[in-house]
């Protein structure tokens, strides 16, 4: 995140490496509070954080609103279905009408990649991309970092496939860059027509078998975003197909390789439910890891930047 005043974090690229851990250091200190019988902490008492979502959600929407309640702000939600999006108002007209309540963090989901840059334009909030179109979802990418480093101990030199829709997905680009921040090796793996033309110039390696997943620590697996495909356009011969040569099954992962994935999963077409059931699933650990890592970004935006969080400071016993 920049050191200006208002800060944002829109994309991965606004974190240094230094940023990144910091959050992660903090999330970690604000985990403990999950154990307590009494869970709100007073860090953010008379902030106003709004979440405003273009598009449907479950886990981010959900966390962001229980982070900020849990440090003691007041939240706001507005979908816009049922809105007065639904009547035309424009993304930027809606920003400005919300930052009438001079809001401290708006939180933004939207189709359109830029979205959260164009509201970070038109209020004096600190911004937070909750997804927009293809591009970035860099909370998702720290919530991933933070559960690999709790189930791992490190970060540096551990290997992550990201298998299957990476062409479509702001999951896996923000993944990338999040793991090559932090010096660990994506490996993008998945039918070419969902490969991205020149993503090796990220730094990653791909690979378009199911052999290669062999030997990584991690298997993230994403699924098909038919929401962001062309109309018409066939990317796979068939879901069938797709599943029999790139869905991950028990014995496409081997004994002690960890299986992630963002959801929501589609069971039988990209993951097998034997294996999102598994020891080897991560999967409702990263919910909880995104709760507390969005804690952490609230808590970053808002107070004292870059400066490392003592247990004392935010009273968590
Ligand atoms: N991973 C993720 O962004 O999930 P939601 O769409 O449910 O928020």
């Not at 108002?89 to 400005?96: K, N, P, Q």
């Not at 490996?187 to 730094?203: A, D, S």
């Not at 298997?219 to 790139?246: D, H, K, N």
Request: hydrophobic letters at 45%; glycine letters at 6%.
């Amino acid at each position: 995140m920049s050191p200006a005043s208002r800060r944002h974090l829109l994309e991965i690229a606004d974190l240094t490496r230094v940023d990144a851990e910091r959050v992660l250091d903090t999330a970690r200190v604000l985990e403990r509070s999950l154990d307590r019988e009494v869970k709100k902490l007073p860090a953010l008492r008379g902030r106003l954080v709004v979440n405003l979502f273009y598009e449907s959600s479950t886990r981010t929407l959900s966390s962001f609103e229980l982070a900020a309640k849990r440090l003691s702000a007041d939240t706001m939600t507005l979908r816009a279905s049922g809105s007065s999006v639904d009547k035309g108002e424009s993304l930027r007209d809606t920003a400005l009408t919300l930052a009438a309540y001079d809001p401290d963090v708006v939180v933004v989901r939207h189709p359109q990649i830029g979205a959260a840059s164009l509201v970070a334009s038109a209020t004096e909030a600190h911004v937070v991309n909750a997804g927009d179109g293809k591009h970035q979802h860099p909370t998702q990418a720290l919530l991933d970092l933070f559960t690999i480093r709790e189930a791992l101990g490190r970060l540096e030199g551990v290997s992550v496939a990201i298998v299957g829709d990476v062409l479509h997905s702001r999951v896996a680009r923000s993944l990338v860059e999040a793991l090559r921040l932090v010096d660990a090796e994506p490996l993008l793996v998945g039918p070419p027509t969902l490969l991205p033309r020149g993503i090796e110039e990220m730094g990653c390696a791909t690979a378009t078998s199911m052999d290669a997943v062999a030997d990584v620590d991690v298997v993230y697996v994403l699924r098909m975003q038919s929401e962001r495909m062309q109309a018409g356009a066939a990317f796979v011969p068939s879901l069938r197909e797709y599943t029999a040569l790139y869905g991950v099954t028990p014995e496409r992962v081997r004994p002690g390789q960890l299986v992630m994935h963002p959801g929501p999963m589609n069971r039988g077409i990209e993951i097998d439910p034997r294996v999102a059931d598994s020891g080897a699933s991560l999967v409702t650990t990263q919910v909880r890891s995104g709760l507390v890592v969005r804690m952490a970004v609230l808590y970053d935006l808002l107070t004292a930047p870059g400066l490392h969080v003592a247990a004392a400071a935010l009273e968590v016993a």
